[in-house]
């Protein structure tokens, strides 16, 4: 294991931070005691411009085209449902959920406000990815970007928040089929509809009494979605289309376990109080239909480390730094095997962390934490 190192790399700093997560509200934000000084991978000044560099034209390739293979799923199941057999219907209704579950990824971009260069078309297809998915950007918004500038820095960053414990086992008893999706789903809204707000320290933490338009902000949201789903159930099953419930309304009671083995690999078993995104974050390499799915977040490294790049420049700024990464493992199955044998040992030793192992560094830092 070496040490880290920071590369005079100021003007990277500058760049990185800024823009990082700006479409949100500009809400009064708690003070913050403590800033973390992160170590990034030396990037030429030019060339992070390029890589910041938003395109409407990639922005509708990854946009229109991840809800191109949604319409294209719910369609199949629905035109099914009424020429073919039962079980092709089942099938297709199944494989639909899959690809909903990605929604939160592309949610996730359009919150960074870094798809689209035109900036009202990250705004209009956030809240056309929070109502398909069910989210409040308003809630995301706050807490992400705590997560982007404390990563696993408790308290300041409980979004992630170490041990992790993920239940592989467990995880086929509600990834394959969950049968109380709905159920739980509705029963959350209903009590956010009727204005209850996020009761855990986290979420007293993103919306203070001392910001009533960030609570009344996320009610509203919140009551907007409710009733524009049951208005299209309502209607749907009143005009014969109870498949519409399966594919639209609950499209995620089906196939969790893909996306959830993507996104759960991001930090689980990795290190916390530490600097560098090297160490509390994980870059995996798939094959290039699940990245699409993802948005492109299997680069969790380089997401981090530069959080204004667009996901679909994430792979050239992974060619450009990968020397100076860890190891990253290649698909599900390697990645997942690596982090079963540090949940195993966890298990033994609940203070034990996975160390990565970086490159030889060329100077020595500190990698400490500064106050404000």
Not at 175 to 201: C, H, M, Q, S, V
Not at 203 to 228: C, H, M, N, Q
Request: charged residues 20%; aromatic residues 14%; positive net charge.
């Amino acid at each position: 294991m070496t040490t880290p190192v920071q590369p005079d790399n100021t003007d990277q700093d500058i760049l990185a931070d800024q823009d990082v997560l700006t479409a949100g509200p500009q809400y009064n934000a708690p003070a913050k005691k403590t800033r973390v000084k992160w170590y990034r991978c030396h990037l030429e000044r030019e060339e992070l411009a390029r890589l910041n560099k938003r395109s409407d034209f990639l922005g509708f390739a990854q946009t229109l085209g991840y809800l191109g293979v949604l319409a294209g799923a719910a369609g199949a199941a629905i035109y099914s449902s009424a020429h073919w057999p039962w079980y092709i219907t089942a099938l297709l209704v199944f494989v639909n959920g899959h690809f909903w579950h990605f929604l939160i990824n592309g949610f996730h971009e359009l919150v960074h406000d870094s798809v689209f260069k035109t900036r009202w078309l990250n705004r209009f297809f956030l809240r056309i990815f929070s109502f398909l998915g069910w989210y409040n950007h308003h809630h995301f918004w706050a807490s992400h970007t705590e997560h982007h500038k404390y990563t696993l820095y408790p308290p300041d960053d409980m979004e992630v928040v170490f041990p992790q414990k993920y239940d592989l086992k467990g995880l086929w008893k509600r990834a394959i089929i969950n049968r109380r999706y709905a159920y739980d789903l509705i029963k959350g809204k209903l009590k956010t509809f009727a204005g209850r707000l996020p009761e855990d320290t986290w979420g007293k933490t993103l919306f203070p009494a001392s910001d009533p338009e960030r609570r009344r902000a996320y009610t509203r949201w919140e009551r907007i979605v409710l009733v524009g789903h049951l208005l299209i159930a309502g209607v749907s099953i009143a005009l014969g289309y109870w498949i519409v419930l399966l594919v639209i309304t609950f499209p995620k009671m089906f196939g969790n376990w893909l996306q959830s083995l993507c996104n759960s690999a991001q930090h689980v078993g990795l290190q916390d109080n530490v600097s560098d995104f090297r160490l509390c974050s994980r870059t995996i390499y798939l094959n290039p239909f699940v990245q699409f799915l993802y948005w492109h977040m299997n680069y969790h490294i380089e997401h981090h480390m530069y959080a204004a790049v667009p996901c679909y420049r994430l792979s050239r700024l992974h060619r450009l730094i990968k020397h100076d990464l860890p190891y990253c493992t290649r698909g599900l199955r390697e990645t997942w095997t690596h982090i079963a044998e540090i949940l195993e040992k966890q298990e033994r030793d609940p203070e034990y962390q996975y160390i990565a192992e970086l490159p030889a560094p060329n100077t020595q830092r500190d990698g400490s934490r500064s106050e404000h």
